[in-house]
């Protein structure tokens, strides 16, 4: 049995259990036990885990016979990259990658998590972004802004966090302490035609290029994230009812990223009030979590996962 590690973030040790509630555990062990049907073994660890000397990992979870166990000094085949970006994990992964394969390709991971680089790579599909490093320079930027809502978010992250939607003429009371990014706001109040009526995003998944499911997001009643970690609910979106519009879009995010042969992400969009889409991010870490009612798309996307991970392993082995 091959072994594959799914790398997270921090996590102690001493932990008993690798969850915190049964809503993500459920759909892990789904995997988990599907995973081996396939001949893998998958374990989850923490990047605080790696042993620099021995090159190994010194502790990780793994699921059998409906439990979770912890086992010791893991070589695994293969690492599925689900650890946030930060300069600490930067700093692992690029010492893990000189021992062991990392899908994501880390360069991937870098430039596609990055909001900055989404909008300077697309520049046609994503609001131009501006870098703010402090309250003048947040001024100045404001004139620019040519919405009544100004959008500030930090370069890198996910799950909606951090994120702040204000009026701009509001921006002089804030203090900026870090970097921030500074964006118009796209008003997505006009739903998407035939799909949903009001505030929403619409998240395309992907696996090597193929589109395997898409959902809308909408946020919680007076809230503008649409994030599932920030209240929102979700709802599958059949291939066949998508908008034409996405579909060019698609096409140039893959073309700028065809040097990478294989690759996990998602693609995030608005849609404003002429119906044009628009990149709210990319995103490289999609989460695995479905609903009891959504187990036909569940499937799919594990077995599009266990499959790209059996690619990367014969590659290796060739």
Known sequence: MKKILILFGKESIKNSKPFRGKKYQRCYETLYDLARKHELDLY???????????????????????????????????????????????????????????????????????????????????????????????????????????????????????????????ISRLDIKEEKLAQEFIDSAYGIEGIVSGLHDLRLVFVNNNLIYSYVRVPAKGSYLANLAQGGSMFIVKRKNLPNTVFPLIKRVQRTFEVFKRKIYTIDLMFDKSQKPWIVELNTMPGIYFSPDQKKWQSRFYLELIKIFKEEIEEMQD
């Not at 000094?73 to 600490?88: F, G, V």
């Not at 004139?143 to 009544?148: A, S, V």
Request: some cysteine; hydrophobic content about 35%; overall charge positive.
């Open 44 to 170: 989850r660890a923490s990047y605080e885990w790696y042993d620099f000397k021995k090159n190994i990992f010194s502790h990780a979870w793994t699921y059998k016979k409906r439990k979770w166990h912890k086992v010791r000094n893991l070589r695994p085949h293969l690492i599925y990259d689900k650890a946030e970006t930060t300069p600490e994990t930067d700093y692992f992964r690029e010492n893990i990658v000189r021992k062991y394969k990392i899908l994501n390709n880390i360069e991937f991971t870098f430039l596609a998590g990055h909001k900055l680089f989404s909008s300077l790579l697309f520049p046609e599909y994503t609001k131009k972004c501006y870098l703010a490093i402090n309250n003048k320079n947040l001024q100045k930027i404001g004139k620019k802004i040519r919405t009544r809502l100004i959008v500030l978010k930090p370069a890198i992250g996910s799950g909606g966090r951090n994120i702040k939607i204000m009026p701009k003429r509001n």
